[in-house]
């Protein structure tokens, strides 16, 4: 049985790292892609974990398989396709360490998965099955990640999602909505930014958009807040739970590092979705918090995924 399985996309992020002896940008290859990151970070925190997509039979593709592999992620529903490329993402980094993206993915492999690859055994003995908005963008891979869906609910797993809108994956902002909130009806758990809520809610407010995702039936929700740290709401309560102070060197992957902490929560407190009180969800968040603070002091998404042990140190020996 695996804890986690995530179904999406995997791409190396070529992040920027300072200039060369030219004066050119220099950018170096990092692995990410936001599902791999919240695998990469469950299974840094002790969890059998699962990656199903497809990346290209090319240098990338290879370098992402064996990092999967020494992160502890099961490969096994990992396609390798010929005939197209693996997804790359140049990632530049402004003064405060906010990212700007550039996506080579015309096609990418990540959206070439179709719904006859998707592994139905690993769907079938899975605790959670985590998806991202990215793998609905485009077909084949938005008709596999539904058909995944099915497969997981079926067996009884929960359905935990987070949008990661990139505006320049979509053909226009409407069909980036519609795509997104069509997800919606099939998710237990959400983790979404502050930036996001307005796609996925017409609400601004991160308060009132939690509440009207928790409405739709969604069990649990979190919002994500920057250095404001994250808010979340159970039943139409909310709660903010702070952030730490941190200095930060680069933000890719920090809401993957806070998902995963808090499904880690979920996992260890035994608890089905439906029962978690706020309590609980700040609890989680917190311990969210701490992973995210972690990440960002590192560069890239998948090698800057803090260990448990680092984690809970921050917790008990700083104050957010």
């Not at 530049?92 to 906010?98: K, N, T």
């Not at 099939?186 to 930014?193: E, I, P, R």
């Not at 603070?293 to 998948?302: E, M, N, V």
């Amino acid at each position: 049985m695996f804890d986690i399985t995530a179904l999406g996309e995997l791409l190396i992020d070529f992040t920027e790292c300072g200039v060369s002896e030219n004066g050119m940008r220099l950018f170096e290859q990092n692995p990410g892609g936001a599902v791999a990151n919240v695998l990469a970070a469950c299974a840094k925190f002790g969890h059998k974990t699962a990656f199903i997509g497809k990346v290209g039979n090319d240098m990338h593709g290879h370098f992402l398989k064996e990092t999967l592999t020494e992160a502890g992620i099961n490969t096994t529903a990992m396609r390798m396709a010929d005939d197209v490329f693996t997804t790359l993402a140049f990632v530049a980094l402004s003064p405060g360490g906010e990212r700007i993206f550039s996506f080579a993915r015309k096609p990418g492999a990540d959206t070439q998965l179709r719904s006859d690859e998707v592994d139905a055994a690993i769907l079938s003995n899975t605790k959670i099955l985590h998806l991202g908005s990215l793998s609905l963008t485009d077909e084949p891979t938005r008709s596999a990640t539904y058909h995944a869906v099915r497969l997981a609910k079926k067996a009884g797993a929960v359905i935990s999602y987070d949008p990661n809108y990139r505006a320049s994956l979509w053909p226009d902002r409407a069909s980036a909505e519609t795509q997104m909130r069509a997800m919606l009806p099939h998710v237990d758990v959400m983790k979404l930014s502050d930036e996001e809520t307005e796609l996925l809610t017409d609400n601004s407010d991160p308060a009132d958009a939690a509440r009207h995702l928790t409405e739709m039936g969604i069990s649990c929700v979190a919002v994500t807040l920057g250095s404001k740290g994250a808010l979340v709401c159970i039943h139409g309560q909310t709660a903010v739970v702070p952030a730490y102070t941190v200095p930060v060197a680069d933000t890719t992957g920090a809401g993957d590092a806070f998902w995963g902490a808090f499904l880690h929560m979920l996992l260890l407190s035994g608890k089905p979705s439906r029962d978690v009180t706020l309590e609980n969800a700040v609890s989680f968040a917190r311990w969210g918090n701490a992973a995210a603070s972690l990440c960002i002091q590192k560069r890239g998404a998948i090698p800057a995924m803090p260990a448990a042990a680092a984690v809970t140190a921050l917790i008990e020996t700083a104050d957010p």
